[in-house]
């Protein structure tokens, strides 16, 4: 399984940034994805997660509104929509999957322990 995380940038307050999550080594419409950033001094969270047949979407409170979730199983790509910045968004930004903590449907969403298969981080800096 690999995942890889890309899109992130340096970004004004107010504005939008879109991630990546480009998926391999699995397939692909049989999990569900999910999004965790990790803060500076903060544990890893969860952001968002989407279901195995993208009908079911998940979001944290923090960023429910201002972030969509989605994914296109031709590119076998999740995609996080960030709009609304602020700083308090900046983090690095994973994407995961794993067929027991967030399995097909998001089960133990926000939950991270346990998640198997991490990608690579992407930073998001929420800046002026």
């Known amino acids: 399984v690999q995942l890889q995380a890309s899109g992130g940038g340096l970004v004004q307050p107010g504005g939008s940034l879109t991630l990546s999550c480009a998926a391999s080594g699995f397939t692909f419409d049989e999990y569900a994805i999910g999004w965790f950033r990790q803060a500076p001094g903060k544990e890893r969270e969860g952001v968002s997660c989407i279901s195995h047949s993208g009908m079911s979407t998940y979001y944290g409170k923090s960023v429910k509104g201002r972030f969509t979730i989605s994914r296109d199983v031709a590119k076998n790509t999740v995609y996080l929509q960030m709009t609304t910045l602020k700083p308090e968004d900046t983090a690095v930004y994973y994407c995961?999957?794993?067929?027991?903590?967030?399995?097909?449907?998001?089960?133990?969403?926000?939950?991270?322990?346990?998640?198997?298969?991490w990608g690579e981080g992407t930073q998001v800096t929420v800046s002026s």
């Open positions: 995961a999957s794993d067929d027991g903590v967030l399995g097909r449907g998001c089960s133990k969403f926000p939950e991270l322990d346990g998640v198997k298969h």
